[in-house]
Every structure is written in structure tokens, then in C-alpha cells.
């Protein structure tokens, strides 16, 4: 069987966990390709709620094997107690299997990225703090550390001492900030590999024979295209590709092997951070939507800026992965609210255009242009069928449909699995 992707087409937190989950009972492996701890996903089933960081959604399901791809930058301290928290609620983490080839987010990393954003001042980026960004600098740079690289402690130590002085050196003498140890650093790596090496292997041969068996790939990404490295609203992105090429890159498969590319979208817009957000509600809507729904982050607990949907973005995404469908999630937060809007296009420079611009300036710019739609009368919250729809419910739903241009394949109306309209059926 081919893979099927699942990609956030927005600015990430588009409930793409709870489609991964729903989707997984088909799957036999779900692969995350791309960020670390810097995302975070939520699953509520009749066991409970489940967050995760690091670790696929998809293992909640007995027969699903989760892997973290070489894509993946891995923070074994936050993986750790991930795995702990979920062998706590009786999750069996045996079928987990974390790439060698994923890097390590060392603790100098974590430093560097805190100094990096208060060096910024008024221009910080607004990262999590979690050393995303400096540990995919290294990697670029070739002077990371890779998981498969915790079990060879003769070599880990001769590559450490490298790059420590070179990282001491710009915190301490740039930053004014205090150096790290390297026994205490080299032993902690120890301690890494001693409790993670059961999982730590080749991911690439286990995907490949994979799909040699025609068994079922669910990719997982994380964040959302419009936060990609390359695609994004730069300089206000991740640090790395969360489009469909990530996918690839991030897992050693070929573009082949993709089937299904399908767009996670929520019925509203959402941001953390700095950057951009034309449609963004800076009112009682805006709050109110937020509260409804806890638009918190799951990583960090921050407020998530929200706003009416952006369908200049949100066709931007679709055409820019190929998305071959669609899933409309959070339908049910907007119970109640009358008027709803739907940003059709921009006004820049006094002229409108359905282009997603390429500069965070021109996109600062942008002036959205709506269309207007009653609200409706009838909850949709927990249906399971279109047809459970009210009519306001269901022309909203369609005109986004055609905005994005692909269709949709299933409407998420609640948090729990059982709370989906299946439009199209997927796996």
C-alpha cells in the first residue's frame, strides 16, 4: 500500500493529531517527519486525553509502530518523559522506533535559543524556547550530534569536545552567557543513550520494507505550511520543512510512494508567535473564539491569535502540496457566532489579489476582503453526518471546499474520534 500524508495547511494547531489518531486504525506505521518538541497534538478517546510532543498520534492504536524520523530534531529529556507519561497511562511504547539519523537538541542548543530571541528584542522571532532553530542550524552546518551517535561514547566524546568550545565560546564571549561542562554534558549524553537505546535504529529499512509489504504509511507533520522554512511567512517559520517535501527528506521515502496529500484546516485561522495574520480578530470575537475553544498551545500554553478563515492561505497551502483533500476541522466553535466571515482575497497597494504574497511586509500590508454568512440555528457539535448539518453549517463548509479547491473528505465537529463526518473515505 502507498503513504498518505497528512499536512497542516495553516499556521500550524490545526488539529492534526485528532485526524492522525482517527486515521491510524487503517495504518500500519505512522511516521513523523519534521520539527520536535515544538509541536504538540491532542488526542481524546474513551481512555482519556493524550498529548503529544514527539511521539506519532497514531500509537494509541494496539497494532500501529510509531517512528521518529531522521526529519525530526529530538530533545531525549522531553522524549523521556513522553514515553514515561504515556507507559503511565498504559500506552505499550515497545512499537516505537526513534531514526538514528534524527539530531539531538542539546542543552547549549536550548541556551542559544533563549539569548538569540532576547538579542532580539522588539524583532524576536517568538520561537518556543525549546532549541528548535539552533539545532537544525548545526545540522546544516554539519557539527550536530545524532541520536545513533549517543551509542558510540568514544566517538560522542572526541565530537563533543569540538563543537562545546565552539558553542561556549559564542555564549559566553557574545552573549554573556555561563558555559557548559563537558564531562557533565558528555555524561548526560551517556545516560541518553543507556536509557534510549532500545528504540534508537535505522528508520529507513523498516519504512522500506514497509512498503515492499503494501502496508499502510500515515506521515505525520507537524506545525503548518504556512510556518515552512522555504514557503512560510519568513522570517516568521519554523525551522523546518513542514510542506509535503519535508516528508520525503524527512523520512528517506520516495515522492512515489505518496498517494494521498491531505490538508488539515480549521474552520477559523489561528497563529502563535510573531508575524503576520491579515484576518486576525483583535476584538470580543476574537477573544470569544479563543476561550471556546482553548486555543492554548499544547507545548507551550500560550494564547494563539485568532481570526475568520483565510482562504488566500489557505489555497496557497493547498496548491503548494498537492493536496489531494481536505479535512475542515473545529466547525463546532463557531456555533452561535452570526455573521461569519470568510477572507476571499486581499487589498494591497489599493488593488485586490487572491496571491498569497512572498514578503512578510507585503503580507503585513494585506487588507482582507470577506464574504459574509449567516450563522445557524442548530449546534453542529458532535455530528456524524452531513446530513445532521444545518443548512448555514453546511453552505459554509462547501464554499470553503471550493476556495481551497480541493475536496473535503471529512468535517471534525468535536474532540473525540466519533465526533467526524466522513465525506470521502481515505485509507
Not at 51 to 65: A, N
Not at 75 to 101: F, H, K, T
Not at 315 to 339: E, H, I, K
Not at 350 to 372: H, I, Q, R
Amino acid at each position: 500500500m502507498p503513504a498518505y500524508a497528512i499536512i497542516g495547511g495553516q499556521w500550524g494547531d490545526e488539529g492534526k493529531g485528532k485526524v492522525v489518531d482517527f486515521l491510524s486504525e487503517g495504518a500500519h506505521i505512522v511516521a513523523r517527519f519534521s520539527g520536535g518538541n515544538n509541536a504538540g497534538h491532542t488526542v481524546v478517546t474513551d481512555r482519556g486525553e493524550f498529548k503529544f510532543h514527539l511521539i506519532p498520534s497514531g500509537v494509541l492504536w494496539p497494532h500501529v509502530t510509531g517512528i521518529i524520523g531522521n526529519g525530526v530534531v529530538v530533545d531525549p529529556d522531553a522524549l523521556l518523559e513522553e514515553i514515561s507519561g504515556l507507559q503511565a497511562q498504559s500506552v505499550d511504547m515497545s512499537r516505537l522506533l526513534v531514526s538514528d539519523r534524527a539530531h539531538v537538541i542539546m542543552p547549549y542548543h536550548v541556551a542559544l535559543d533563549h539569548l538569540e530571541e532576547q538579542a532580539r528584542g522588539e524583532g524576536a522571532i517568538g520561537t518556543t524556547g525549546k532549541g528548535i532553530g539552533p539545532a537544525y542550524m548545526d545540522k546544516a552546518a554539519r557539527v550536530g550530534i545524532r541520536m545513533g551517535d549517543l551509542l558510540d561514547e568514544k566517538g560522542l566524546l572526541s565530537s563533543l569536545g569540538f563543537i562545546l568550545e565552539q558553542k561556549n565560546t559564542l555564549i559566553t564571549r557574545l552573549y554573556g552567557g555561563a558555559p557548559f561542562s563537558l564531562e557533565e554534558l558528555y555524561e548526560r549524553c551517556r545516560e541518553w543513550g543507556r536509557s534510549l537505546e532500545s528504540f534508537i535504529r535505522p528508520a529507513g529499512p523498516v519504512l522500506q520494507e514497509a512498503l515492499a509489504k503494501k502496508q499502510r504509511l500515515l506521515l505525520e507533520g507537524a506545525q503548518g505550511s504556512m510556518l515552512d522554512l522555504d514557503h512560510g511567512t519568513y522570517p516568521y517559520v519554523t525551522s523546518s520543512s513542514s510542506t509535503i517535501g519535508g516528508a520525503c527528506t524527512g523520512l528517506g521515502i520516495s515522492p512515489k510512494h505518496i498517494q494521498e496529500v491531505i490538508g488539515i484546516y480549521k474552520a477559523y485561522t489561528t497563529r502563535v508567535g510573531s508575524g503576520a495574520l491579515p484576518t486576525e480578530l483583535k476584538d470580543e470575537i476574537g477573544e470569544a473564539i479563543r476561550e471556546r475553544a482553548w486555543e492554548y498551545g499544547t507545548t507551550t500554553g500560550r494564547p494563539r491569535r485568532c481570526g475568520w478563515f483565510d482562504a488566500v492561505a489557505a489555497r496557497y497551502s493547498a496548491t503548494l502540496n498537492g493536496m489531494t483533500s481536505a479535512v475542515l476541522t473545529r466547525l463546532d466553535v463557531l456555533d452561535g457566532f452570526s455573521p461569519l466571515k470568510i477572507c476571499v482575497a486581499y487589498r494591497l497597494n489599493g488593488k485586490v489579489t487572491d496571491c498569497f504574497p512572498g514578503s512578510a511586509s507585503a503580507l503585513e500590508a494585506c487588507e482582507p476582503v470577506y464574504e459574509e454568512f449567516p450563522g445557524w440555528d442548530r449546534p453542529t457539535a458532535g455530528a456524524r453526518h452531513i446530513s445532521e448539518l444545518p443548512q448555514g453549517a453546511v453552505n459554509f463548509v462547501r464554499r470553503i471546499e471550493e476556495l481551497l479547491g480541493c475536496p473535503l473528505s471529512m468535517v471534525s465537529t468535536g474532540p473525540d474520534r466519533e465526533e467526524t463526518i466522513i465525506l470521502k473515505p481515505i485509507l
